[in-house]
């Protein structure tokens, strides 16, 4: 009997959407670079939304991990790689970022 492997799993997908009035590319492309470093093998792609009215939102599919006007400004690198890990594979150890 032929068995036929499962199809494979989408892996996620995160969103950054940056504000182009106010020039956070950089900013949205380094967290984008830092995210693909950490989760190379768990994330499926870092997209890259423009946007405007001063908005920077990260969003790993349907939930948003970290909205700028919510959240209070800008997360840095151990915040935003924490939330993503808690939402993509909670029991991952991130190493130095989990330590105080």
């Given at each position: 009997?032929?068995?036929?492997?499962?199809?494979?799993?989408?892996?996620?997908?995160?969103?950054?959407?940056?504000?182009?009035?106010?020039?956070?590319?950089?900013?949205?492309?380094?967290?984008?670079?830092?995210?693909?470093?950490?989760?190379?093998?768990?994330l499926?792609?870092?997209?890259?939304?423009?946007?405007?009215?001063?908005?920077?939102?990260?969003?790993?599919?349907?939930d948003?991990i970290?909205?700028?006007?919510?959240?209070?400004?800008?997360?840095?690198?151990?915040?935003?790689?924490?939330?993503?890990?808690?939402?993509?594979?909670?029991?991952?150890?991130l190493?130095?970022?989990?330590?105080p």
């Amino acid at each position: 009997m032929d068995e036929t492997p499962p199809p494979p799993v989408a892996k996620p997908r995160v969103a950054i959407t940056y504000c182009t009035q106010c020039q956070w590319l950089l900013r949205a492309a380094w967290m984008a670079q830092e995210l693909l470093s950490t989760f190379r093998d768990d994330l499926g792609e870092v997209a890259l939304v423009p946007g405007t009215g001063g908005v920077f939102v990260i969003a790993c599919g349907p939930d948003i991990i970290w909205d700028r006007t919510v959240d209070g400004g800008f997360p840095d690198v151990k915040a935003l790689k924490q939330r993503v890990r808690d939402r993509l594979v909670p029991t991952r150890d991130l190493g130095h970022i989990d330590r105080p």
